[in-house]
C-alpha cells in the first residue's frame, strides 16, 4: 500500500474519530423547573415534560418538586441571588406582584425579541393572560390556571332527600340544604372547602367586590386592604355560623378537605378546578359540579384566575433562554394544553386547544368539565375585582385570614374582631412593602 493511500486512511479514520468525540460532547442543554405539582398533576407533568425532551433533543427539561406553592416561591427568593435558582420557576397567582418587583425575572413578553422571534400573544385565553399582564404584556406564561366551583355529591343528595340534579344556588340555598342533609343523618358535616382564604378573595370577586384599594393593586401598589366591610363581615359572620350550625368544617389550608370529599365523609366541597380529576377518579359516587354559590341583592363580578404560572429567571445564557422560551411554547400547543386539562382539571391556556376540545365533543360528553369555563364566562369580566387581587406581600397576607378563621372557629375572637384583627395587620404588610417598592 502506498504511502498516500496509508494518509487518506489515516486522515480518514481520525476525522471520524473527532466526529465522533463531538457529537458525543454535544450534550443537550440543560433546562432546570422549579414546581409545586403534587399528587395526580405531578403524573401528568412528568409526562409532559418527557414527551418535551423525546421531541427536542437539544434541550432537556430536568424538573424538581420544591414543596408547596409558598414553599417553592420562598426557596426561589433565596436562591436567586446565589445563583443556585432554577432557569423557571412555578408561581402561583399570589406572589405575581412579588415576582414582577423582584427585579429576578425576564418578563416572558420581551423573550421572543430577545431571540429573533415574533410570537402572537392572541392565541392564549384572555382571562387567563389578564391576570398575568402589566399594561398588556405578558410578564409570566400561563400554565395551570383555574378558578373555583362546587363540587357535590350526587348519591348523598338522594339519599338526604334532594334533588341530584339541583345544586344549591345561593348562600341561603347552601344553608337550607345543609339543614336537610344534616336531619336525613346521611353525614355528619356538609360542606368543606380547599384554600380558604382564596375562596374569600373568589367570593369577593363574584360580587364584584374589591379585595383592595388601587383597583386591587392593579393600579398601582395597594395601600390598605377593603375586604372588612359590611360586605365582607357578612361573607364571614356566614361561614362561621354554618361552622356553628355543623354544615360547615374546617378543611385546612390547601387540598385536606378533598379527602373528606372523595371519602363521601361530606356533600358538598368549595374547591379549585384542578382537583376534578383526581375526584373523579377517586370518587366511588355520582360527581356533580355546579357554579359558586351567590348571596342574592349583591351586584355580580365573576370568579378570578388562580393557580401558576411560569416565570423565567434573569441572567441566563441564550441557549438556556431559547431551551425555556421553546419549553414554553411546547405547552401552550393545543394537543399538550389538552392534555394538561384531561390530566388535572386545569384551564387549557390556548384558544386553540379549547376549540378543539368544544369541537370533539368533550364538555358535552362530560359536563362536569364545562362548569367552570361556562362560570367564568357568565359574569363581569370587565372590573379590577374580576381581575383579581395582586399585592406583594400577598402570601404573607393569605396567613393573616387564615388565622382569623382558626380563631374565630375556635371560638378565640368573635367573627368581626378575627377579619379586623387581620385587616390591620395586612395593612401594616402593605405599609412595610409601600416603603420598600413604592416610588
Same mark, same amino acid.
Given at each position: 500500500?502506498?504511502?498516500?493511500?496509508?494518509?487518506?486512511?489515516?486522515?480518514?479514520?481520525?476525522?471520524?474519530?473527532?466526529?465522533?468525540?463531538?457529537?458525543?460532547?454535544?450534550?443537550?442543554?440543560?433546562?432546570?423547573?422549579?414546581?409545586?405539582?403534587?399528587?395526580?398533576?405531578?403524573?401528568?407533568?412528568?409526562?409532559?415534560?418527557?414527551?418535551?425532551?423525546?421531541?427536542?433533543?437539544?434541550?432537556?427539561?430536568?424538573?424538581?418538586?420544591?414543596?408547596?406553592?409558598?414553599?417553592?416561591?420562598?426557596?426561589?427568593?433565596?436562591?436567586?441571588?446565589?445563583?443556585?435558582?432554577?432557569?423557571?420557576?412555578?408561581?402561583?397567582?399570589?406572589?405575581?406582584?412579588?415576582?414582577?418587583?423582584?427585579?429576578?425575572?425576564?418578563?416572558?413578553?420581551?423573550?421572543?425579541?430577545?431571540?429573533?422571534?415574533?410570537?402572537?400573544?392572541?392565541?392564549?385565553?384572555?382571562?387567563?393572560?389578564?391576570?398575568?399582564?402589566?399594561?398588556?404584556?405578558?410578564?409570566?406564561?400561563?400554565?395551570?390556571?383555574?378558578?373555583?366551583?362546587?363540587?357535590?355529591?350526587?348519591?348523598?343528595?338522594?339519599?338526604?332527600?334532594?334533588?341530584?340534579?339541583?345544586?344549591?344556588?345561593?348562600?341561603?340555598?347552601?344553608?337550607?340544604?345543609?339543614?336537610?342533609?344534616?336531619?336525613?343523618?346521611?353525614?355528619?358535616?356538609?360542606?368543606?372547602?380547599?384554600?380558604?382564604?382564596?375562596?374569600?378573595?373568589?367570593?369577593?370577586?363574584?360580587?364584584?367586590?374589591?379585595?383592595?384599594?388601587?383597583?386591587?393593586?392593579?393600579?398601582?401598589?395597594?395601600?390598605?386592604?377593603?375586604?372588612?366591610?359590611?360586605?365582607?363581615?357578612?361573607?364571614?359572620?356566614?361561614?362561621?355560623?354554618?361552622?356553628?350550625?355543623?354544615?360547615?368544617?374546617?378543611?385546612?389550608?390547601?387540598?385536606?378537605?378533598?379527602?373528606?370529599?372523595?371519602?363521601?365523609?361530606?356533600?358538598?366541597?368549595?374547591? #379549585?378546578?384542578?382537583? =376534578?380529576?383526581?375526584? !373523579?377518579?377517586?370518587?366511588? $359516587?355520582?360527581?356533580?359540579?355546579? +357554579? %359558586?354559590?351567590? *348571596?342574592?341583592?349583591?351586584?355580580?363580578?365573576?370568579?378570578?384566575?388562580?393557580?401558576?404560572?411560569?416565570?423565567?429567571?434573569?441572567?441566563?445564557?441564550?441557549?438556556?433562554?431559547?431551551?425555556?422560551?421553546?419549553?414554553?411554547?411546547?405547552?401552550?400547543?393545543?394537543?399538550?394544553?389538552?392534555?394538561?386539562?384531561?390530566?388535572?382539571?386545569?384551564?387549557?391556556? #390556548?384558544?386553540?386547544? =379549547?376549540?378543539?376540545? !368544544?369541537?370533539?365533543?368533550? $364538555?358535552?360528553?362530560?359536563?362536569? +368539565? %364545562?362548569?367552570? *369555563?361556562?362560570?367564568?364566562?357568565?359574569?363581569?369580566?370587565?372590573?379590577?375585582?374580576?381581575?383579581?387581587?395582586?399585592?406583594?406581600?400577598?402570601?404573607?397576607?393569605?396567613?393573616?385570614?387564615?388565622?382569623?378563621?382558626?380563631?374565630?372557629?375556635?371560638?378565640?375572637?368573635?367573627?368581626?374582631?378575627?377579619?379586623?384583627?387581620?385587616?390591620?395587620?395586612?395593612?401594616?404588610?402593605?405599609?412595610?412593602?409601600?416603603? !420598600?417598592?413604592?416610588?
Amino acid at each position: 500500500m502506498n504511502t498516500r493511500k496509508i494518509f487518506s486512511i489515516v486522515l480518514v479514520l481520525t476525522l471520524c474519530l473527532l466526529l465522533s468525540a463531538g457529537s458525543a460532547l454535544a450534550k443537550p442543554v440543560t433546562i432546570t423547573f422549579w414546581h409545586a405539582m403534587s399528587g395526580s398533576r405531578l403524573g401528568v407533568v412528568e409526562s409532559i415534560i418527557e414527551s418535551f425532551n423525546a421531541t427536542h433533543p437539544d434541550f432537556e427539561v430536568k424538573p424538581l418538586f420544591t414543596g408547596s406553592y409558598a414553599e417553592t416561591l420562598t426557596k426561589y427568593v433565596a436562591a436567586y441571588p446565589t445563583k443556585t435558582g432554577p432557569n423557571m420557576v412555578q408561581v402561583y397567582e399570589v406572589g405575581t406582584q412579588t415576582m414582577i418587583d423582584s427585579d429576578a425575572i425576564t418578563p416572558v413578553y420581551e423573550i421572543p425579541g430577545m431571540l429573533g422571534e415574533t410570537w402572537d400573544w392572541a392565541q392564549y385565553v384572555i382571562p387567563i393572560t389578564h391576570y398575568y399582564s402589566v399594561d398588556g404584556n405578558l410578564w409570566s406564561m400561563p400554565f395551570n390556571s383555574s378558578t373555583a366551583m362546587l363540587y357535590y355529591n350526587k348519591d348523598l343528595f338522594k339519599a338526604a332527600g334532594l334533588d341530584p340534579d339541583k345544586p344549591p344556588t345561593t348562600w341561603k340555598e347552601m344553608e337550607e340544604y345543609g339543614e336537610k342533609i344534616l336531619a336525613s343523618g346521611v353525614v355528619d358535616h356538609v360542606y368543606s372547602t380547599g384554600w380558604p382564604s382564596w375562596i374569600y378573595e373568589q367570593t369577593l370577586a363574584y360580587h364584584n367586590h374589591l379585595y383592595a384599594d388601587n383597583d386591587n393593586g392593579r393600579a398601582g401598589l395597594a395601600t390598605k386592604v377593603v375586604f372588612n366591610d359590611d360586605f365582607g363581615h357578612m361573607v364571614f359572620d356566614t361561614w362561621i355560623r354554618l361552622h356553628n350550625k355543623g354544615i360547615y368544617i374546617y378543611g385546612g389550608a390547601e387540598y385536606s378537605a378533598n379527602s373528606a370529599f372523595k371519602a363521601g365523609q361530606i356533600a358538598m366541597l368549595i374547591q #379549585s378546578t384542578s382537583s =376534578l380529576a383526581g375526584i !373523579l377518579k377517586a370518587s366511588e $359516587f355520582k360527581v356533580g359540579t355546579s +357554579f %359558586l354559590p351567590r *348571596f342574592e341583592g349583591y351586584p355580580v363580578g365573576n370568579s378570578i384566575i388562580g393557580g401558576g404560572s411560569l416565570w423565567v429567571t434573569k441572567g441566563q445564557s441564550e441557549e438556556e433562554l431559547r431551551g425555556v422560551w421553546e419549553f414554553l411554547k411546547y405547552i401552550g400547543q393545543k394537543d399538550i394544553a389538552i392534555q394538561w386539562h384531561k390530566g388535572t382539571g386545569y384551564f387549557p391556556v #390556548s384558544g386553540a386547544a =379549547l376549540k378543539a376540545l !368544544l369541537d370533539e365533543g368533550w $364538555f358535552s360528553a362530560d359536563q362536569t +368539565f %364545562l362548569t367552570a *369555563f361556562l362560570q367564568i364566562l357568565s359574569g363581569r369580566r370587565d372590573t379590577a375585582a374580576a381581575t383579581g387581587v395582586r399585592l406583594g406581600p400577598f402570601v404573607a397576607m393569605r396567613e393573616h385570614f387564615r388565622a382569623a378563621l382558626e380563631k374565630s372557629i375556635g371560638g378565640e375572637l368573635s367573627p368581626k374582631d378575627a377579619l379586623d384583627e387581620a385587616a390591620e395587620k395586612m395593612n401594616l404588610l402593605l405599609k412595610d412593602y409601600l416603603e !420598600l417598592y413604592g416610588k
